[in-house]
Nanobody, 116 residues
Framework: VQLQASGGGLVQAGGSLRLSCEASGSISNLRALGMGWYRQAPGKLRESVARINSGGSTDYADSVKGRFTISRDNAKNTVYLQMNSLKSEDTAVYYC?????????WGQGTLVTVSS
């Protein structure tokens, strides 16, 4: 499975961005994948931001609840992360992740920079 992330950039605090991650590859039913977003800020460990399973259930890090929304479009094999009310502490490289049973896939990171 290949994951192609896009949508990062520079935004002012309080602004919004939407990240996209398109999955492609050998798994016959990409809809079976759970998908999510992680982030890694400079000098910090990678952390989970938001996840959505194949049934559409979601979970979020406490730090982004109420501001970020994860969704998926199975027809496009794409997961989105709508990020609103961005804060400087949201600055990080965001990584797309997909999983199925014991299989785990990662996309390249996309940089989000929030200026204060």
């Amino acid at each position: 499975v290949q994951l192609q992330a896009s949508g990062g950039g520079l935004v002012q605090a309080g602004g919004s961005l939407r990240l996209s991650c398109e999955a492609s590859g050998s798994i016959s039913n990409l809809r079976a994948l759970g998908m999510g977003w992680y982030r890694q800020a400079p000098g910090k460990l990678r952390e989970s931001v938001a996840r959505i399973n194949s049934g559409g259930s979601t979970d979020y890090a406490d730090s982004v609840k109420g501001r970020f929304t994860i969704s998926r479009d199975n027809a496009k094999n794409t997961v989105y992360l709508q990020m609103n009310s961005l804060k400087s502490e949201d600055t990080a490289v965001y990584y797309c992740n997909a999983w199925l049973l014991r299989l785990d896939y990662w996309g390249q990171g996309t940089l989000v920079t929030v200026s204060s």
